[in-house]
């Protein structure tokens, strides 16, 4: 073994030791799990923060103001105050008395926040998915003259993805009339559509459940196999 292969020795051996420490939870929670644990975490951290300095606040926030800084004035350079500013607002948090100033950016990181949220699930979930629900009707790219292209199960995978849609969204559908007994209450069409609905939904989260089951067993096997080869590279 030459000294270039130590490194990778090394790592490995510190994989090994690390996934035993991991596993070791199945037999109850103890310090060395804890200790892993922090020590995933804190891995993780930093490759963060040394991801958001060099790929974000140094070409965005560092450089620019050494470029102002250097006489090299423009209006690319000069916008860069702006968040300096609104972050030293932000910093105002910390004080009691001057918490008053960072009301501004909060609200402006609130707002944006939003926005980005509330765009996102427009437009990459509604508008998609009523686009796609629009199309499920459109049958001119069928050919019904082929016996062999399956249209029973074409029509079908069309009839179930328009109707699991539309129950769906009826189920969030929550306007309700008063009653001459009993509190208010939705009609009872709507009720049972959206009995169909919440089907849908129920068989949504036992797939989503499922794919997260399938990544954590996937994950699992990958670790033992790694144990396995790491003790019969001895042998």
Known sequence: MTFADWPELIGTAVGFLLTIIVLSYLIGD??????????????????????????????????????????????????VLVPVILSLLLLTKLSANLGRAGNLPMAFLVGVGAAVAIG??????????????????????????????????????????????LSTFIFFHFGTRPAPEGPPARSPWIESIARIG??????????????????????????????????????
């Open 30 to 79: 103890n310090p060395l799990f804890r200790l892993a644990i922090h020590l995933f975490i804190g891995v993780s951290a930093g490759f963060v923060a040394a991801v958001i300095l060099r790929n974000v606040i140094f070409p965005n926030l560092i450089q620019p103001l050494f470029t102002l800084a250097s006489g090299e004035v423009s209006f690319e350079n000069a916008l």
């Open 120 to 165: 996102g699930a427009v437009t990459g979930t509604l508008f998609p998915q009523a686009e796609t629900s629009m199309n499920v009707l459109d049958l001119s790219q069928v050919d019904f003259r082929d016996p062999a292209a399956g249209l029973s199960e074409v029509v079908l995978a069309r009839l179930v993805v328009f109707v699991g849609t």
């Open 198 to 235: 919440q089907g849908f939904i129920a068989v949504t989260f036992g797939v989503m459940f499922a794919g997260v089951y399938m990544a954590a067993l996937t994950a699992l096997i990958e670790r033992l196999y790694f144990l396995w080869a790491f003790v019969t590279s001895f042998f």
